[in-house]
């Protein structure tokens, strides 16, 4: 079993809705990071956070907006979302942000937009 | 031109059978390759994670890299159905860990 945790599993969510995906990690990692994977596609990097700071955000809409509470927690707070960011959301986490760290990928929230 | 290609598939073998799945990528700057495993409706799994040239085995699964062709090969031995998934390649040079490029994956069927 992953030790990153993501809740919920699935979310469906009208246009208009305020909602946010949760993600828990008990490694003592300090680097946290969201990624987005559509049907048949790899994971496309979203946002990083290296001790509990943002440290890197691939242009992602507004509508997007995260928040990292403390070293073991990680949120994604979603506001006015359109259906094509109907998606797998990942979490992760590695020990540093430096290369060659190994990512652990949460089981991922389904996101359903209608 | 992508800079990972993965060989698309998909692809589907007997139970037992020695399975080879293969990516090639352009930049020169990676120096870190991974192969992670994805089952339906799940996170990715990291399998196997190599660090320049050479070959590591781990049980059934063997990873090659050879950085003077820019190919990578992760091999299974004795394939069981619980192989079945998606296998992604990802490549990462010398920056941050979560900038990796992923290939598009290879989706495995192993039939009993």
């Known amino acids: 079993d992953t030790e990153v945790t993501q809740t919920p599993k699935h979310l469906v969510m009208g246009m208009t809705n305020k909602k946010s995906l949760k993600c828990e990690q008990h490694?003592?990692?300090?680097?946290m990071y969201w990624y987005k994977q559509k049907a048949k596609k790899p994971p496309e990097l979203m946002f990083v956070?290296?001790?509990?700071?943002?440290?890197i955000n691939e242009s992602v809409p507004s509508r997007f907006s995260p928040e990292c509470p403390n070293s073991s927690l990680l949120n994604l707070h979603l506001h006015a979302l359109q259906p094509e960011d109907s998606a797998l959301y990942l979490c992760?986490?590695?020990?540093?942000?430096?290369?060659?760290?190994?990512?652990?990928f949460g089981e991922g929230s389904w996101l359903t937009v209608v | 031109q992508k800079e990972v290609e993965q060989d698309p598939g998909p692809l589907s073998v007997p139970e037992g059978a020695i399975v080879s799945l293969n990516c090639t990528y352009s930049?020169?700057?990676?120096?870190?390759f991974m192969w992670y495993r994805q089952y339906s409706r799940k996170g990715p799994e990291l399998l196997m994670y190599t660090y320049s040239s050479g070959n590591k085995e781990d049980g059934r699964f063997t990873a090659q890299v050879d950085k003077s062709s820019k190919y990578i090969s992760l091999f299974i031995r004795d394939s069981q159905p619980s192989d079945s998934a998606t296998y992604l390649c990802a490549m990462s040079s010398n920056t941050n860990a979560g900038k990796s490029t992923f290939g598009d994956g290879t989706t495995l069927t192993v039939k009993p």
């Open positions: 956070y290296s001790y509990e700071k943002l440290s």
């Open positions: 490694m003592g990692h300090r680097a």
């Open positions: 992760a986490s590695s020990q540093a942000t430096g290369a060659g760290n190994t990512i652990y």
């Open positions: 930049n020169s700057a990676f120096q870190y």
